[in-house]
Structures are given as structure tokens and as C-alpha cells.
């Protein structure tokens, strides 16, 4: 499970890789999952988004928490790209780090 390995990975570079660690990418995981991962707030449980077409509207009508999870599983270079215009849009710092040398990621940084 893509997920599983990233938390994995997470932990290696010493990340937060409990609870509400980590939010899939993939549009396809959102169209076939019928669960997301609870979370406790201020104003009760709330889950978060799955798939990038989800998280600008958690941010509008939910809570930041989309900013603040440091990890992302199943992305692609479209998806990452369009979470690091989402954390810009949010006056975020970003960082991106990853290998230039794969012509996929090249527009990513």
C-alpha cells in the first residue's frame, strides 16, 4: 500500500507519520474509497480529503489541516504540482525536494 510506504519512508527522515500523517493524492483513491481518516477537532470529528480536487474545498469549508500534514501518498507530478499552488495560495513556505534527473518531475521545481 502506497500510504504504508510513505509513512514508512515519513519515519525514516523523522516525520509525523501517526494520525492524520499522510493524504492520498490520487483521484481514482477518492472515487473508490468509501472512508477517509477521522480526526478529532475543535468543532468534532472531521476527516481528511482524498484526492487533490478535494482539498481546496476541505480548506474553504472545513479546517487548514490539509496544510499542515507534511506527507502526500500516490501523487503524480500534476498532483504535486497543483499542492504546492494550494500551499502558495495559502501564503505556505514550500519546499519541494526530489530528483531532478527524472523528466516527469522536471516541471514540479
Known amino acids: 500500500d502506497n500510504e504504508r510506504r510513505t509513512k514508512a519512508f515519513g519515519h525514516e527522515l523523522g516525520l509525523e507519520t501517526d494520525w492524520n500523517s ?9 472515487a473508490f474509497s468509501t472512508q477517509s481518516s477521522p480526526m478529532l477537532g475543535g468543532g468534532g470529528v472531521t476527516k481528511l480529503p482524498r484526492g487533490i480536487g478535494a482539498v481546496r474545498p476541505h480548506l474553504r469549508d472545513v479546517d487548514n489541516v490539509p496544510l499542515l500534514v507534511s506527507m502526500f501518498c500516490n501523487c503524480q507530478p500534476r498532483t504535486v504540482r497543483e499542492m504546492v499552488q494550494i500551499y502558495q495560495e495559502n501564503c505556505e513556505l514550500v519546499c519541494v525536494v526530489g530528483s531532478c534527473g527524472a523528466p516527469l518531475s522536471a516541471s514540479v521545481f
Open 22 to 30: 499522510c493524504i492520498d493524492l490520487n483521484e481514482q483513491s477518492a
